[in-house]
């Protein structure tokens, strides 16, 4: 079974892992809305989150490399750079090096199939696009770049809104296209659906890949009851107009969406969703270790 995942953030990377050990052919597409340029360095955090944990590296938070020393930040902020975000000395190094074979002409594709390979995964990690594109998240007075957001203000402001710069001139690379083309199975990882998913959906003609391919696209939710498992994702969709809940995830992916899986606690909720013309599957969706990462990931397959 080929299988392609669309993935951003430390609740894809779980799923991720765990169908990395099924028997499939398996290609993550990596969200870059959350892509930012900082210290010299093109920083991509859901493609190295992706990539770091199915090279068996990620850090114990789900980001960055596990054992990872900081002193390069701690030498910047002596000469007194500001250095809230923090990129361990090996994460920093990944980064430098991606940034390197930029400037030499790669593609941000090929850079990321390098670094991966250096890292000894097995399977393609794409980035979703190519081009450069950011999201912005808009708050009463100012607009800050979603790492500025969430890392820097740790998601304190009010959102008013979310917009993706970019996002109309960025397009989905071959790579990703192929991925799409071919797939028997698209599964939407438990992602931030505003910030992880959203900027690909935003991508001009992703919707209608996702709408004409012969795959089944299956999707699990990130809430349970009215909040996310982690992360904003609760408040940013209220922001932008969606329930926090699986409901409003459901509705978001409604117009490609074949079924999506949702917590047992939130059964009440799967007629409604059920209405928009999807299945939905009840289930214990909370992840607690590497057994439920793999039983999740073979409901993601089976359903």
Not at 116 to 134: D, F, K, Q, R, T
Request: some cysteine; overall charge positive.
């Amino acid at each position: 079974m080929r299988v392609v995942a669309l993935a951003g953030g430390t609740g894809s990377a779980k799923i991720l892992r765990g169908l990395s050990r099924l028997p499939i052919d398996l290609t993550v597409l990596a969200n870059v809305g959350d892509n930012i340029w900082i210290y010299g360095a093109y920083v991509c955090p859901d493609v190295d989150i992706a990539t770091y944990s199915l090279a068996g590296i990620s850090g114990p938070r789900g980001w960055g490399i596990t054992g990872d020393t900081f002193e390069a930040l701690h030498g910047m902020s002596r000469l007194g750079v500001e250095t809230w975000f923090k990129l361990g000395d090996r994460d920093l190094a990944v980064c430098l090096a991606r940034t390197e074979m930029l400037s030499k002409g790669a593609s941000l594709t090929e850079a990321t199939r390098r670094i991966a390979e250096s890292l000894g995964v097995g399977l393609p990690v794409l980035p979703i696009s190519n081009e450069h594109l950011e999201t912005r998240i808009i708050t009463p007075g100012r607009e800050l770049h979603l790492q500025e957001f969430w890392v820097r203000e740790r998601g304190r402001p009010r959102v008013i809104g979310v917009r993706y710069e970019g996002a109309r001139r960025a397009k989905p690379t071959l790579e990703v296209r192929a991925a799409l083309s071919t797939a028997d199975r698209i599964v939407v990882c438990p992602a931030n659906p505003v910030t992880s998913i959203g900027p690909m959906l935003d991508l001009a003609g992703f919707r209608r890949l996702l709408r004409e391919t012969r795959a089944r696209i299956v999707a699990l939710s990130p809430m349970e009851g009215g909040a996310p498992f982690s992360g904003p994702a609760g408040k940013l969709l209220r922001a932008t107009g969606s329930s926090p809940d699986s409901y409003g995830v459901a509705k978001l992916y409604s117009d490609f969406m074949d079924c999506i899986v949702i917590s047992e606690t939130d059964a009440a909720l799967a007629e409604k969703i059920r209405a928009l013309g999807a299945e939905c599957v009840t289930a214990s969706t909370r992840i607690k270790g590497r057994s439920d990462e793999l039983r999740l990931a073979r409901v993601m397959i089976e359903v």
